[in-house]
């Protein structure tokens, strides 16, 4: 290849770039309204989460405040070693997986299932009704949830126990009692959120052509074959983004929840990471190895998301990118 072919293709796509940051500076132009639309969120993910990654420097450092960021002394992964090296780590993996795989297994499926019985049912009172009654517990604050949840399961006045009891058991003591919490924990949250979650697969339901429904009528399907063969091919792919949105975040568990319910009888399966960083962080002033506890469960999702994200979009169509 000559040197006057090589300038002329170097030439044409210089243009063929320039042409193209041309028609994406036009489309911007055009849609400036959605672009303005969209600078709120924006500049909330820039100012309170991008920004405070600069933090993340004290999980190598001493940190002390008085010397601040830049004077405090470099340790490297000290507090990473310390945090891998305890007698708690195995612990606290333990049961922080244990409740977020517990909480998958049982709460995944469960607005999915109800989300199908709701899309059969009729529009009437009976369908507002049942919609209500499940969307209702999403809007109690975690500390009500809590309370009641102490309240009725006491051993002494719970009215759980009182219903125990009166089938002729002795009243357990659930909170209080470490193989126990875990199915509270669990149970309580899938209460509070089934209702909720259905929102989103009533709204990918809604998406169904009722021709296709009324084809599979004509050629005689059932009612359960047509949520087999129809709804549910439907909802594979919103499925599979929440799986992924999940998995992403099956490390990421909640504190304040379990921070309210534990207590020390339970804090052999309610001690967490998310705790820990509290007690540790907060409580203990360890700043910087609290940093580093917290940095490390943070990779691990990030990791689990483009794995889990990865898997997905070589074994279906649908992913996050």
Not at 5 to 21: C, F, G, P, R, Y
Not at 249 to 272: D, R, T, W
Not at 276 to 301: E, H, K, P
Request: aromatic residues 14%.
């Amino acid at each position: 290849m000559s040197l006057g072919t090589t300038i002329a293709n170097k030439s044409k796509d210089e243009i063929n770039v320039t042409k193209l940051k041309k028609s994406r500076l036009k489309k911007i132009l055009q849609n400036w309204q959605l672009y303005i639309f969209i600078l709120p969120a924006l500049l909330y993910f820039i100012i309170f989460h991008y920004v405070p990654m600069y933090g993340i420097q004290i999980a190598f450092k001493d940190y002390v405040p008085s010397l601040g960021f830049l004077g405090s002394e470099w340790v490297g992964l000290k507090h990473f070693e310390r945090f891998f090296n305890s007698y708690y780590f195995w612990d606290l993996l333990k049961n922080t997986l244990g409740i977020s795989v517990y909480e998958l297994i049982v709460g995944f499926p469960l607005p999915i299932i109800l989300a199908l019985l709701l899309n059969e049912a009729k529009d009437g009172l009976y369908k507002r009704t049942v919609q209500t009654v499940t969307y209702a517990p999403h809007f109690i604050s975690v500390v009500v949830i809590s309370g009641m949840i102490i309240a009725f399961l006491s051993p002494t006045t719970g009215i759980i126990n009182h219903v125990i009891q009166f089938m002729g058991f002795e009243p357990i003591s659930f909170m209080s009692d470490p193989k126990w919490f875990k199915t509270v924990y669990v149970l309580s949250g899938v209460w509070q959120s089934t209702g909720w979650g259905t929102i989103i697969y009533l709204a990918a339901l809604s998406g169904v052509d009722p021709q296709q429904h009324e084809a599979a009528i004509v050629d005689g399907a059932s009612r359960f074959q047509r949520i087999m063969y129809i709804n549910i091919p439907t909802l594979v792919p919103t499925m599979v983004i929440l799986l992924i949105m999940n998995l992403g975040n099956i490390m990421a568990l909640g504190f304040e929840k379990i921070l309210l319910l534990q207590n020390p009888l339970n804090l052999e399966s309610s001690n967490v990471i998310a705790t820990f960083v509290y007690q540790a962080g907060l409580l203990d002033a360890q700043y910087s190895f609290a940093a580093a506890v917290g940095l490390f469960n943070a990779v691990i999702n990030a990791i689990l998301l483009v794995a889990v994200n990865q898997i997905a979009r070589k074994t279906s169509e649908t992913s996050l990118w």
